[in-house]
């Protein structure tokens, strides 16, 4: 995925195991990938969902676009290779979340189906739920949405290499959940989550 450029580093184990881990928090991690065009959706489904999670007395942590951007990746813009590596990085932070038993609610636009399946192998390889969540919105729908007023500047030429403008979205494939954002409300959408988490046993107690 990305070349090892440190030499001479070595993984250093602790003595506490993601399963013991995920005994004292009384639940098993996993990462939620929230993919979709600008304005589809996915933030607010995460922050819908969160609140839910944390009723249940579950802990979850989001990882939004914009707040990762004005933080650990703020060096990166929207080329395709800082989008391939925003990913990236957000994919092991994923990680870290969901070995320390935490359901980590990572809502990106990741327009690459490439990126997310690197992601999704990430997880694979260290035995790591990753539950991908297409926040389904027509274009027209989530453009005439624009909550940040983004559509607007794309089309008059302010911003450039905008998803679903003069960039591509590459819709998933086969994800876990499929959510069509312009037919159903938040209520909804997250009740579709909860019941997959049940129905997974990531949620048995509930």
Known sequence: MTEQKATNVHWHDGEISREARCELMGQKGATLWFTGISGSGKSTIAVALEHTLHQYGKLSYRLDGDNIRLGINKNLGFSAEDRTENIRRI?????????????????????????????????????????EVFVDCPLAE??????????????????????????????????????????????????????????KGFLKEI
Do not use: C, W
């Not at 809502?107 to 997880?123: G, M, T």
């Not at 794309?154 to 960039?167: L, S, V």
């Open 91 to 131: 994919g092991e932070i994923s990680k870290l979340f969901v070995d320390s038993a935490v359901f980590a609610l990572s809502s990106f636009i990741s327009p690459f189906r490439e990126d997310r399946n690197k992601v999704r192998e990430l997880h694979d390889e260290s035995g790591f739920n990753f539950i």
């Open 142 to 199: 989530a453009e005439k949405r624009d909550p940040k007023g983004l559509y607007k500047k794309a089309r008059a030429g302010e911003i450039k290499n905008f998803t679903g403008i003069d960039d591509p979205y590459e819709a998933p494939g086969n994800p876990e959940i499929h959510l069509h954002t312009d037919q159903m409300t938040v209520e909804e959408e997250v009740s579709v989550i909860i019941n997959y988490l049940k129905e």
